[in-house]
């Protein structure tokens, strides 16, 4: 089992900007990795994944304004969140897998915005 860290999140105002991090205990090398969000209320959306050759996608709501990142020598995954709205406001998780099985959960980091 690999640990997963993130960091990055806070309070921004709408339209600003943050940088989450994951970072994980073991190697992600040939792992998918990716971020979920959850907002109260609101179902869990997995809002963005790399492949282990690097392709990435994205939920339609945050295609043009997140961007995913992998390192796989520092085994960490990288979330840009830029433009935000309101809406963005939720608990993000990272997560390792593999297809469509996921081994590695974080705890979550929260990202509000607001004004």
């Known amino acids: 089992q690999v640990q997963l860290v993130e960091s990055g999140g806070g309070l921004v105002q709408p339209g600003g900007a943050l940088r989450l991090s994951c970072a994980a205990s073991?190697?992600?090398?040939?792992?998918?990795m990716g971020w979920y969000r959850e907002a109260p209320g609101k179902q869990r959306e997995l809002v963005a994944a790399?492949?282990?050759?690097?392709?990435?996608s994205y939920a339609d709501s945050v295609k043009g304004r997140f961007t995913i990142s992998r390192d796989n020598a520092k085994n960490v995954v990288y979330l840009q969140l830029n433009s935000l709205k309101p809406e963005d406001t939720a608990v993000y998780y990272c997560?390792?897998?593999?297809?469509?099985?996921?081994?590695?959960w974080g705890q979550g980091t929260q990202v509000t915005v607001s004004s």
């Open positions: 997560f390792r897998g593999l297809g469509s099985r996921v081994f590695d």
């Open positions: 073991g190697r992600i090398v040939g792992y998918g």
């Open positions: 790399i492949s282990t050759s690097g392709s990435t």
